[in-house]
């Protein structure tokens, strides 16, 4: 069953910790997202990867790191400078074409 | 920089009427440019892409590159049509994706 899959779907943590989000695809896609979805904000762009080893800032990166070590596999880390961590990330991705994004379910972070 | 911009947070329509959620972008070139759709507990989905000039579930959306405008639309509208609906923009030569800040629509009975 093909998809994209985040991981967990509830996080907690407490002011001053980094967390990792999972995110893994077996989609065969190249490009990966991630994104912050606010109330009254939309979805705005963290970080995006479109190849292995190779990734770039998006429009609010400040505060987050991202690696890609793998096709399949995009963690986000949302460190202890990220000012404002308590949201909603979705993971995404892109294949050849760029014609259409699939989404994960999303993770909801909660910094306490 | 490129910009997607919905000035409606919250668009409420009778059920016959007709919808149309505004798009609008910013971008020097030609951009690619997608409607999706949230429907509640659902995952976001592609309802449609510029490129395609396609009507799904009776939506349609013209690329108007004079007023730089993407704007959603559908004729007559039905209940199961209320979701969050974002526009987005995809920057050509990168993989650069970029959304707006959504529209909610609900339909009124």
């Known amino acids: 069953d093909g998809g994209i899959t985040q991981s967990p779907k509830y996080l907690f943590r407490k002011e001053g910790q980094n967390v990792t989000l999972s995110c893994e695809q077996n989609l065969n896609h190249d490009a990966m997202y991630w994104y912050r979805q606010d109330p009254g904000q939309g979805l705005r762009l963290i970080y995006y990867?479109?190849?292995?080893?190779?990734?770039q800032k998006g429009d609010i990166a400040e505060g987050y790191s991202v690696s890609r070590e793998k096709k399949e596999s995009f963690p986000l880390t949302v460190t202890s400078a990220q000012k404002n961590p308590t949201a909603f990330y979705l993971c995404?991705?892109?294949?050849?074409?760029?014609?259409?994004?699939?989404f994960g379910q999303g993770t909801r972070l909660t910094v306490v | 920089a490129q910009r997607v911009t919905q000035p409606e947070k919250l668009l409420s329509v009778f059920k016959g009427a007709p919808v149309e959620l505004k798009c609008n972008y910013s971008y020097s070139g030609s951009p690619e440019l997608f409607w999706y759709v949230q429907y509640s507990r659902q995952r976001l989905q592609l309802l449609l892409r510029h490129i395609s000039r396609e009507s799904i579930k009776g939506f349609t959306a013209d690329l108007n590159k004079g007023e730089t405008s993407f704007h959603l639309k559908k004729p007559f509208a039905q209940e199961e049509d209320s979701a969050m609906y974002y526009c987005a923009l995809s920057v050509p030569g990168t993989y650069k994706y970029i959304f707006g800040t959504g529209t909610r629509l609900k339909v009124l009975a």
């Open positions: 995404a991705s892109i294949g050849q074409g760029k014609t259409e994004a699939f």
């Open positions: 990867s479109q190849i292995v080893n190779d990734f």
